[in-house]
């Protein structure tokens, strides 16, 4: 079965509702009183918004537009199959998490019915019903409109703002070194060792793996 065209009918509103917290959240954590540096912490927020979802594997629109976890109505278009193509009972949509709502569902250009005509499985999968038995999707065109992601800031789970707050911070506080320098030592004095990509607290993608571990639940494991 060929893959759908994946289009985001109505993206995030601005920057803002694709962060994963803010940067008073940050400022909090680094006991930052003054806003002067809230323009590089926001970067900052952008950059490790974007990695999270790369990380998580989020569907990329057929525009390029950059994936996120905030809030947006989404569509996926199945064109119609050759006739001995058979589709089963279940579509995968696109992979943007989590899926909040279904709003519409047309099959050969007929709409239909929630809980009746089909039902939402595991966050992602469409089972096609009849009679509340399973059935085999058409062959002609379907397209579902559904809206995914949190509304941002504020709907983020805790179990993941606070492990990319430390990431922020973290990228924050990089800031004032250079990042080519790995360690340091005064003899005598301190030793100092900085966390890399790969190391004991980073995984390879270049987050915390305790960002990673929080991120898992929402990552694409099929690709």
């Known amino acids: 079965m060929s893959e759908p065209l994946f ?4 993206p995030a509103a601005n920057a803002a509702a694709r962060r994963l917290t803010t940067a008073a959240r940050v400022r909090a954590v680094l006991r930052v009183t003054t806003t002067s540096d ?3 912490i926001e970067s900052i927020i952008d950059r490790v918004s974007a990695t999270a979802a790369g990380f998580c594997r989020l569907a990329r629109d057929q525009a390029g537009a950059v994936p996120t ?17 058979r589709r089963g009972s279940r579509l995968v949509l696109p992979w943007r998490v989590p899926v909040t ?17 089909y039902r939402l499985l595991g966050g992602f999968l469409l089972q096609r019903l009849s009679d509340d038995a399973p059935r085999a999707w058409s062959s002609e ?31 924050y506080l990089g800031t004032d070194r ?12 301190h030793q100092v060792q900085f966390n890399v990509a790969g190391g004991d607290a980073i995984g390879e993608s270049g987050l915390l793996k305790s960002l990673e571990s929080a991120l898992a639940p929402f990552r694409d494991w099929n690709v």
């Not at 709502?101 to 005509?117: F, H, R």
Request: net charge negative; hydrophobic share 50%; charged share 20%.
């Open 178 to 189: 250079d990042p080519g320098v790995r360690s340091e030592t005064v003899p005598d004095v």
């Open 141 to 171: 065109k379907i397209v579902v409109v559904y809206i995914a992601g949190w509304a941002l800031p504020d709907g983020v789970p805790a179990e993941v703002e606070g492990p990319l707050i430390e990431q922020a911070k973290l990228a």
């Open 69 to 85: 976890f905030g809030a947006e109505t989404l569509r996926a278009t199945w064109y119609a199959e050759a006739d001995n193509v």
């Open 38 to 40: 809230d323009t590089l």
């Open 7 to 10: 289009e985001v009918v109505m």
């Open 101 to 117: 709502t279904i709003a519409s569902v047309v099959e050969a250009g007929t709409t239909l019915a929630a809980n009746i005509d």
